[in-house]
């Protein structure tokens, strides 16, 4: 709300407002964690980088209601105009441009029937419905920017059905969503026996993830115009490492529609130098391209690095393993110096228990397999089907997708692997995630661990755990239980899955709360 109009507001109103110290939350200002603001009367502080989300919206999302603000009295005369303060300069915004708070929402094209499809840059209001993969999606609350999601019961968007057949521009792959079964439960009677955390997020049998290196050298326009556009088409996730110093205001733009689409953006150094050349400086390679990235990203903070020429120094890793919000980094081969390389450190399927999230270990794309783990025969394919069979994490470099850089991957090659990938994730045999989601999972399964109560009705989680804190993200459950359940966090009922002999999968946020039948 901009001086201008609290000049019609009434002076009650207006000495209300006036009371409240902290600034009024605006849908185009980013916020990042510890910033706070005053949104219908109650103050909020930020537990994480935020962009337009409804403070109170949902109570799991990234504001946390303060105590009561004591007013500070105030004398207020209605005519007179309130002089101009001056606020934090709010970063120029990187396209796409941010709503104003309550816009008028924006009827997308139809492109199925009377469906109309989802669109990130379209603001919804509650009960506004859209398309996605086939899927018709009803918003709960106002909404912009953030997909529609059949797995996340916390989201603002709910599955209301099928979306009729017709012609799309272009067509997406459909999906096969699992659908929660409907679970009628008996009042007073279900109750939870016993309980297990998934290894991998849905349940699914291993775990994927892709790197995309290089990005803001001349590779940078296939990552933006075939590899993401292509991710994002199937609904799949993926990494784009940065070389910060070589990145332009277009890069940058284009680095926002990444992170606004769910892909992480990695760090691959300031200016990709190897560790152990005389002039490299953690502070520089590592410190200032993570500011850089957190400048131009309006405070995103990359988590996960990606060591140049794979190689890095016992010192650079341990300064690395220092460095605050860094959750891993790709596996290095040992530099000792003088061209002094320790190779066969890097590549690999990782277990599910995997211990050193600075060594994750991973394969790389070349042409003629040259490197790689799999000496013929599709390795991008092969690479996945090797997580799959060991039930682990894998990861795959690559570069360039087309003709430019160090050997890409040719275009039709790299959207076939995404539909072979699209279809191990629709069979449960595949979770497809960034690698910084990975490893919070992986922890977080551990650190997060629910505790069942002696009556089977609720479960709690270990909130107050430091490791719970910083690995937090969702984590799926098994629950063996008597009867059938309709489990709940606060006042949300959750999607249960039906898997027979009273066995159930649910996902739930630790930080939510109690899960309570």
């Given at each position: 709300?901009?001086?201008?109009?609290?000049?019609?507001?009434?002076?009650?109103?207006?000495?209300?407002?006036?009371?409240?110290?902290?600034?009024?939350?605006?849908?185009?200002?980013?916020?990042?964690?510890?910033?706070?603001?005053?949104?219908?009367?109650?103050d909020?502080k930020?537990?994480?980088?935020?962009?337009?989300?409804?403070?109170?919206?949902?109570?799991?999302?990234?504001?946390?209601?303060?105590?009561?603000?004591?007013?500070?009295?105030?004398?207020?005369?209605?005519?007179v105009t309130?002089?101009?303060?001056?606020?934090?300069?709010?970063?120029?915004?990187?396209?796409?441009?941010?709503?104003?708070?309550?816009?008028?929402?924006v009827?997308?094209?139809?492109?199925?029937?009377?469906?109309?499809?989802?669109?990130a840059?379209?603001?919804?209001?509650?009960?506004?419905?859209?398309?996605?993969?086939?899927?018709?999606?009803?918003?709960?609350?106002?909404?912009?920017?953030?997909?529609?999601?059949?797995?996340?019961?916390?989201?603002?968007?709910?599955?209301?059905?099928?979306?009729?057949?017709?012609?799309?521009?272009?067509?997406?792959?459909?999906?096969?969503?699992?659908?929660?079964?409907?679970?009628t439960?008996?009042?007073?009677?279900?109750?939870?026996?016993a309980?297990?955390?998934?290894?991998?997020?849905?349940?699914?049998?291993?775990?994927?993830?892709?790197?995309?290196?290089?990005?803001?050298?001349?590779?940078?326009?296939?990552?933006?115009?075939?590899?993401?556009p292509?991710?994002?088409?199937r609904g799949?996730?993926?990494?784009?490492?940065?070389?910060?110093?070589?990145?332009?205001?277009?890069?940058?733009?284009?680095a926002?529609?990444?992170?606004?689409?769910g892909?992480?953006?990695?760090?691959?150094?300031?200016?990709?130098?190897?560790?152990?050349?005389?002039?490299?400086?953690?502070?520089?390679?590592?410190?200032?391209?993570?500011?850089?990235?957190?400048?131009?990203?309006?405070?995103?903070?990359?988590?996960?690095?990606?060591?140049?020429?794979?190689?890095?120094?016992?010192?650079?890793?341990?300064?690395?393993?220092?460095?605050?919000?860094?959750?891993?980094?790709?596996a290095?081969?040992?530099?000792?110096?003088?061209?002094?390389?320790?190779?066969?450190?890097?590549?690999?399927?990782?277990?599910?228990?995997?211990?050193?999230?600075?060594?994750?270990?991973?394969?790389?794309?070349?042409?003629?397999?040259q490197?790689?783990?799999?000496?013929?025969?599709?390795?991008?394919?092969?690479?996945?089907?090797?997580?799959?069979?060991?039930?682990?994490?894998?990861?795959?470099?690559?570069?360039?997708?087309?003709?430019?850089?160090?050997?890409?991957?040719?275009?039709?090659?790299?959207?076939?692997?995404?539909?072979?990938?699209?279809?191990k994730?629709?069979a449960?045999?595949?979770?497809?995630?960034t690698?910084?989601?990975?490893i919070?999972?992986?922890?977080?399964?551990?650190?997060?661990?629910?505790?069942?109560?002696?009556?089977?009705?609720?479960l709690?989680?270990?909130?107050?755990?430091?490791?719970?804190?910083?690995?937090?993200?969702?984590?799926?459950?098994?629950?063996?239980?008597?009867?059938?359940?309709?489990?709940?966090?606060?006042?949300?009922?959750?999607?249960?899955?039906d898997?027979?002999?009273?066995?159930?999968?649910?996902?739930?946020l630790?930080?939510?709360?109690?899960l309570n039948?």
């Amino acid at each position: 709300m901009q001086l201008n109009q609290w000049m019609i507001l009434a002076p009650a109103m207006l000495a209300a407002a006036v009371a409240h110290a902290a600034p009024g939350w605006d849908a185009a200002q980013v916020y990042t964690a510890g910033m706070v603001v005053s949104y219908n009367g109650q103050d909020w502080k930020a537990k994480w980088w935020t962009q337009g989300d409804v403070p109170g919206a949902a109570q799991w999302g990234p504001w946390e209601a303060q105590a009561a603000v004591t007013p500070t009295p105030v004398t207020v005369t209605p005519t007179v105009t309130p002089s101009p303060v001056t606020a934090t300069p709010t970063p120029t915004p990187l396209a796409p441009s941010p709503t104003p708070v309550s816009p008028t929402p924006v009827t997308p094209t139809p492109v199925t029937g009377n469906s109309p499809a989802w669109q990130a840059s379209v603001a919804y209001a509650g009960g506004q419905r859209v398309c996605l993969n086939g899927i018709l999606y009803e918003a709960i609350w106002w909404v912009q920017g953030e997909r529609p999601d059949v797995s996340n019961p916390w989201g603002p968007w709910r599955k209301i059905g099928t979306c009729p057949v017709g012609p799309t521009t272009p067509t997406p792959v459909t999906p096969t969503p699992v659908t929660p079964t409907p679970v009628t439960p008996t009042p007073g009677t279900a109750r939870i026996t016993a309980v297990k955390v998934e290894t991998w997020r849905n349940g699914a049998a291993s775990a994927y993830s892709m790197v995309h290196d290089d990005f803001c050298y001349e590779v940078s326009d296939s990552h933006i115009n075939v590899a993401e556009p292509a991710l994002y088409q199937r609904g799949l996730v993926a990494a784009f490492a940065a070389v910060t110093s070589a990145c332009q205001p277009a890069h940058w733009t284009a680095a926002q529609t990444f992170i606004a689409h769910g892909h992480e953006l990695a760090n691959h150094t300031r200016t990709h130098r190897p560790s152990s050349d005389a002039t490299w400086q953690a502070s520089a390679e590592i410190g200032q391209s993570t500011q850089d990235i957190a400048s131009h990203l309006n405070g995103y903070q990359p988590s996960y690095l990606v060591w140049p020429n794979d190689t890095a120094t016992e010192a650079a890793l341990t300064a690395l393993r220092n460095t605050a919000g860094y959750l891993g980094a790709r596996a290095s081969n040992r530099d000792f110096g003088g061209g002094n390389i320790q190779y066969g450190l890097a590549a690999g399927v990782n277990d599910a228990q995997f211990n050193d999230p600075f060594m994750v270990q991973w394969d790389l794309f070349t042409a003629n397999n040259q490197w790689s783990l799999y000496p013929s025969g599709e390795l991008l394919n092969l690479h996945v089907d090797a997580a799959i069979s060991k039930g682990g994490w894998a990861t795959r470099t690559v570069h360039g997708v087309g003709t430019v850089g160090y050997e890409p991957v040719p275009a039709a090659r790299y959207l076939a692997h995404l539909d072979y990938v699209k279809g191990k994730v629709d069979a449960g045999l595949l979770w497809v995630a960034t690698p910084s989601d990975v490893i919070r999972y992986r922890y977080a399964r551990e650190a997060c661990a629910p505790t069942l109560a002696a009556d089977g009705k609720s479960l709690s989680f270990p909130t107050g755990n430091a490791q719970c804190q910083k690995y937090a993200t969702p984590i799926t459950l098994e629950l063996t239980a008597t009867g059938a359940i309709a489990p709940r966090q606060g006042t949300t009922v959750l999607p249960v899955i039906d898997l027979g002999n009273g066995r159930y999968r649910v996902t739930v946020l630790p930080s939510a709360g109690a899960l309570n039948l």
